[in-house]
């Protein structure tokens, strides 16, 4: 009887958060947001859903807070470096061709896949000619992202990754230590617009040579995943390039004959001419 109740209150907590929010977890992967909402129930010390759910509605903190637990993403820079390896080594001489370029991160969270992409455009040549899109639903998290902050325990995790994905200098050539932490260049923002973008409710984002969505859409059901694909494909233009994480894939989806695997190991595809 517990877990139908629990299942009620979860299901009147997202549609609340939606109504009055209009952020919209309702096609959220359950398993997942079951898990998310239970820390976030026992660590703000709520009895129940109900109880979050009242505060949500009536405390004008509680929103921030909640977002910061449905929305965190766990990410280091060149998160699987064979996957960079392969952008460096199979992408980027396509992406040669191009006088300019537009590539988008959606779901940035707190930057860490921003930062090796535009690291790797800078060893390769392409930065000045590029805009980077980084785009989450959270705004706490788009503000790390602009901070380009991170704790010195990552950065040797970070720095192997760099390493391992073909790297052509030194990491630490683009940050400086500060009381603990490791603080990215500004100018490894010159060229990128953060910005509020949800996949759930909003349209099309810009016309991109590459689009790169990596361990987002494991938290989507099937539908929200369809829509999520849908939008890539219209945002990317012909021969265009989309980076999937490597527990995602276009197998599924309706969408799934707009594309060509490129690097099927590594979950990047190609969009077709038509």
């Not at 660590?43 to 929305?71: C, I, K, V």
């Not at 992408?91 to 590539?103: A, C, E, G, I, W």
């Not at 590029?130 to 995790?157: K, M, P, Q, V, W």
């Not at 759930?200 to 859409?217: K, P, Y």
Request: charged residues 30%; proline residues 1%; aromatic residues 12%.
């Amino acid at each position: 009887m517990s877990d139908i109740i629990e299942d009620i209150e979860i299901r009147l907590l997202l549609e609340a958060l939606y109504q009055r929010f209009h952020y919209d977890f309702r096609d959220y992967a359950q398993a997942s947001i079951r898990r998310r909402l239970r820390q976030a129930r026992d660590q703000m010390g709520f009895a129940n859903f109900s109880a979050l759910q009242e505060h949500l509605l009536h405390d004008d903190d509680m929103l921030p807070r909640l977002l910061g637990y449905l929305t965190v993403q766990v990410s280091e820079m060149f998160r699987d470096p064979s996957f960079f390896r392969t952008i460096r080594e199979k992408v980027v001489p396509h992406l040669r061709t191009y006088p300019s370029l537009k590539l988008w991160v959606a779901g940035c969270s707190a930057g860490e896949e921003l930062y090796s992409y535009v690291i790797l455009f800078r060893e390769e040549g392409l930065e000045d000619r590029t805009l980077f899109y980084a785009t989450d639903i959270s705004e706490e998290a788009l503000a790390a992202a602009s901070r380009g902050i991170y704790s010195l325990d990552r950065i040797r995790t970070f720095t192997e990754n760099h390493r391992a994905s073909g790297g052509k200098s030194s990491l630490s050539d683009y940050y400086t230590s500060a009381y603990g932490n490791a603080v990215f260049d500004k100018s490894l923002r010159d060229r990128v617009v953060f910005s509020d973008h949800s996949l759930v409710t909003d349209a099309v984002f810009g016309e991109m040579q590459l689009v790169s969505c990596r361990n987002v859409m494991i938290y989507f059901n099937r539908d929200l995943q369809d829509r999520a694909i849908g939008l890539f494909s219209d945002s990317l233009m012909r021969n265009g390039f989309l980076a999937l994480g490597s527990k995602e894939n276009l197998r599924f989806s309706r969408h799934a004959d707009a594309f060509a695997d490129f690097v099927r190991e590594e979950k990047i595809y190609q969009r077709r001419e038509q």
